[in-house]
């Protein structure tokens, strides 16, 4: 039975008054600091002045008495290695206190049945005791000490780890048992309800006794429990006990932690095995559910109660009278916060499971669908359940201890109010929960399968660093690099420059710590004519070129590549000292013999339209894609054409292996280029192998650059709908007509690093977005600038959840009107000049970036003066000139904004309201 099925709301009792029906008799007055609260059937509670509610339920129908605290903490309060503290304490607590040193001899010898027990929200400890005022006393004493003065000892913690040890030892006995423990934290990935209240065995063995003290001191104390007294007494001599007993206790000055974990919604069922030696099979489905607070909980619980009862059930009918299970179950977990129901059929061993499992998910998700709640099967449920909370009252000593469900979920009055509510359920509710809840993604499913030789893979236990570091003899002399001067002018003076035909090269020899050498390279071939609709067969060229030539399969050039020490693509990667010679020929094999292999063609294909496709709701990629291909100005088939991320998948879908082998043949060629060194390697060997591997490679086609030119571009706000994304992008772009060597081109640089350039955490786009407002992870901008053509591109992007999506907009036009209007100071200048400077030395001393820059400079007959040059002007920028620079070329009017993201969450409330999936708007 469900403790609780259901409530509205357990705060619609708040509006009762606090005397209702309950007022204290004149003649009788209430002890010192003692209020009257509220009366159901009976039924009174009390606040102390400490906080500690009492509820008193008097009844001299039986000559017993029994008094129960309940403590609100159970495992939902646990953290990180102190899984099963609240189950441990539970057993500490009965193992003496400051007054009462040894209670279990006075438990014996008063005739007292104690227990405790421990579950997600709460923790309760009971004694049930021959009825006498004496008892009763002592009872209250002993709960009042135990409360604040409990030992929590060492020594305690030493003994009863093996206790509670064993209670674990027993479980794992249990396939029910160990079968709702993964369950639970197969339903829950951050939420505490999906640890075991027994905790990890790990945790129950080596919980420090400071832990457990601490986790005392917080928890047990007056204002975080609830006492109940039921059975045969005088309710006004109890409330004098209790004054004298837990109102002597102060209310605590400590603020409990407030839980804030919410469990995101499943989005896909799960499933798990169990295989441990046994002699029955268990199929188990559960469903995460609502809170018990919640108003479809009661027509939860009946659902539940229509499935799973014995013999009546749905789930008996289909699995048990066919013959497919032995037994089935249902049982739903009551929690203030969203729980679980779980559904289960036993399965004679060596039996199998497929029926079983597919019979039961029939049921559950499609049945009421099929065949609606009855009337029949809801008045059996109901019938069941009011039997139940009939009994419950019936038995004050049971009720008392029961009643702590209820006062963990918030009001021990739940209860009559849960009783109450069975008149008003509907079918109609039974059948929309089910469809609500019990759904396939919503679904974890379990199954237990006896194995005597299951597989095991145990992990050891690791030594310490220092155990493995006890023998260990390093070598005294380590691999020593030279002392590298990393000077625009020493770069200058340290390289070689070599032309062999239209192959440019750049040598930079230097010694390394570890050998190591950097390399890059860039080769040239094809004009407009000979390029025209070939870039999707050029991409699936390229990557063909390292799966297989004429002498080499692809696992061989996999192997020869890890044996050159080569890390990085194929035409730029480092590699070691003697293993550049070796490490160029293969690069050079690769480019001028490869075999394209259909089987390999195949595969790749597949894995690049994967690839694709994967992107097509990706916020990231859509924005970036659309922004692309709304600045494309060049017809289909041209060179500089941006296809679409829909049109590369069609086009990719279509290429042929005939189309990749024809672009290798016609156009690939390694005579035309350029190729950068920087590191450790022999000069001239290395310039021979060169000379030897390269020139002579000559493209079939002519070669012509191939340049984007600047073009207006009108300017749009896009809005992208991306559902069921946690996660929007924000990016704008203009084009700009500017070179890196026009007069403007500093101070527009140091801008954009003010605005939001710099990849710190220190912008005006991150000072507004993250650090102020808190609404993006990433914000920035970025400035590309053309070194050929006059053509830049100013890019901004934000990463922000969708909700927050019009904030940032807005946060970001804000900002960008902020930095038009009032320009930028002379401290940011200052800081942004000394920024970009340390930044460029640090490129400079990175080998793979000097050999990247030298390959750049060699294509555009440049070298590292010009690097210098531009530093120096930089470094003379004025305040005025930098924030004109930013008005007269970073122009809101002629920028494109798009916005990709799940719509629904509040991306439309910003400039624009959408009417379709992509809306565009200016």
């Known amino acids: 039975m469900k403790t609780l099925a259901c409530l509205l709301s357990w705060l619609t009792l708040s509006l009762l008054p606090p005397t209702a029906g309950a007022r204290q008799s004149a003649s009788t007055p209430l002890p010192a600091g003692v209020d009257k609260l509220a009366t159901v059937e009976g039924i009174s509670e009390y606040r102390l002045a400490n906080g500690l509610r009492c509820i008193l339920f008097p009844d001299a129908a039986k000559p017993t008495a029994t008094v129960n605290v309940t403590y609100l903490v159970g495992s939902h309060q646990e953290n990180y290695g102190e899984t099963g503290m609240a189950h441990l304490l539970e057993h500490l607590i009965f193992k003496g206190s400051k007054n009462f040193v040894d209670p279990a001899r006075q438990f014996k010898a008063r005739g007292f049945e104690i227990n405790g027990s421990t579950w997600l929200d709460r923790t309760n400890y009971y004694l049930t005791f021959p009825a006498s005022e004496d008892n009763l006393k002592w009872a209250l004493a002993w709960s009042a000490d135990a409360m604040v003065n409990s030992f929590i000892a ?57 832990n457990l003290q601490a986790f005392y001191r917080k928890y047990y104390q007056p204002d975080n429990a609830v006492l109940t007294v039921a059975g045969k007494f005088d309710e006004h001599q109890a409330l004098r006990a209790i004054a004298a007993t837990f109102g002597k206790l102060p209310r605590p000055t400590r603020v409990l932690p407030k839980q804030w974990t919410v469990e995101p919604t499943a989005d896909g069922e799960r499933q798990f095995t169990i295989r441990r030696k046994g002699e029955v099979q268990l199929v188990t489905l559960a469903y995460r559910t609502l809170s018990s607070l919640h108003p479809d909980s009661e027509a939860i619980g009946m659902a539940v109660e229509v499935l799973g009862d014995t013999p009546n059930g749905r789930l008996y009918r289909a699995l048990v009278q066919s013959g497919l299970a032995t037994q089935v179950f249902s049982y739903g977990i009551d929690a203030r916060e969203p729980g679980f129901v779980v559904f289960g059929a036993l399965v004679h061993k060596g039996e199998a499971l497929d029926r079983v499992r597919d019979k039961m998910i029939e049921v559950i998700e499609g049945g009421f669908a099929k065949e609606a709640a009855t009337a029949a099967e809801l008045d059996r449920a109901v019938e069941q359940s009011r039997t139940a909370y009939e009994r419950a009252l019936a038995d004050p000593e049971a009720f008392a201890v029961m009643l702590s469900e209820y006062i963990a979920l918030g009001d021990w009055r739940l209860f009559f109010y849960g009783r109450d509510q069975l008149d008003q359920i509907r079918t109609t509710q039974l ?33 310490s660093a220092a155990e493995l570091l006890a023998n260990f003899k390093p070598q005294k002399n380590g691999d020593v690099g030279e002392t590298f001067d990393p000077s625009y002018e020493n770069l200058d003076r340290r390289t070689r420059l070599q032309t062999f035909g239209d192959l440019k090269l750049a040598l930079l020899p230097k010694r390394n710590r570890g050998q190591t050498v950097n390399v890059a390279m860039s080769f040239r071939w094809g004009d407009e004519s000979s390029l025209q609709n070939r870039n999707i067969a050029g991409t699936l060229a390229i990557a063909m070129l390292s799966r297989g030539t004429s002498r080499l399969s692809r696992q061989q050039i996999a192997d020869q590549l890890t044996r050159l020490k080569v890390q990085g693509r194929l035409t730029n990667f480092e ?69 679409s991320l829909q049109e590369r998948i069609q086009q990719l879908r279509q290429v042929t292996l005939d189309e990749v082998i024809r672009y290798q043949r016609d156009l690939i060629g390694t005579a035309r280029g350029e190729i950068a060194i920087v590191g450790d390697f022999n000069e001239k060997v290395i310039n021979d192998e060169l000379l030897r591997l390269f020139p002579e490679h000559v493209s079939r086609s002519p070669y012509q650059r191939l340049d984007r030119e600047y073009r207006s571009v009108p300017a749009q706000r896009i809005v992208i709908d991306t559902p069921d994304k946690e996660n929007a992008f924000l990016r704008a772009r203009i084009d700009i007509r500017l070179r890196d060597d026009d007069p403007d081109a500093a101070a527009l640089y140091v801008a954009n690093d003010i605005f939001g350039g710099h990849s710190g955490l220190s912008s005006r786009m991150v000072d507004r977005l993250r650090q102020k407002e808190g609404l993006s992870y990433s914000a920035g901008s970025s400035l590309s600038m053309g070194s050929r053509q006059p053509l830049s591109s100013w890019n901004v992007a934000v990463m922000v959840a969708p909700q927050n999506a019009a904030r940032a907009e807005q946060a970001f036009l804000e900002e960008l009107r902020r930095a038009r209007r009032d320009g930028f100071t002379s401290e940011e200048v200052a800081a942004a000049r000394k920024g970009i400077i340390q930044e460029r030395a640090v490129a400079r001393s990175q080998d793979n970036a000097v050999a990247s820059r030298w390959m750049n400079f060699l294509d555009l007959g440049r070298n590292w003066q010009f690097s210098k040059d531009f530093e120096a002007r930089l ?7 930098v924030s004109a620079a930013f008005r007269k070329y970073i122009d809101p009017e002629q920028m494109t904004l798009v916005i990709a993201g799940d719509t629904r969450k509040g991306i439309a409330n910003g400039r624009v309201q959408l009417t379709s999936r992509h809306s565009h708007d200016r």
Do not use: C
């Not at 206790?163 to 951050?190: A, C, T, Y």
């Not at 470094?875 to 000139?881: I, L, N, R």
């Open 875 to 881: 470094m003379a920028v004025t305040p005025s000139e």
């Open 431 to 463: 059948d929309a929960a089910a469809a609500k809840y019990f759904v396939r993604d919503n679904r974890v499913l379990g199954t237990f399968i006896p194995d005597d030789s299951p597989q095991r893979a145990e992990v050891p236990q690791a030594p």
């Open 575 to 643: 590699t070691t000292h003697d293993k550049l010679p070796e490490a160029l020929e293969l690069v050079a094999q690769l480019l001028q013999d490869p075999s394209f292999p259909p089987a390999e063609f195949e595969e790749l294909r597949r894995e690049m339209l994967t690839t694709l496709q994967s992107q097509l709701d990706n916020p990231e990629t859509l924005s970036s894609d659309t922004l692309n291909t709304h600045f494309n100005t060049y017809p289909p088939g041209d060179p500089r054409y941006h296809a």
């Open 154 to 210: 060492r020594k305690d913690l030493d003994s009863e780890m093996s206790v509670v040890r064993n209670e674990f030892e027993m479980g794992e006995n249990n396939p029910s048992s160990v079968m709702l423990k993964r369950m639970q934290s197969m339903l829950f990935d951050w939420h505490n309800y999906g640890n075991s209240t027994i905790g990890a065995r790990s945790d129950i063995e080596n919980v420090k006794i400071e």
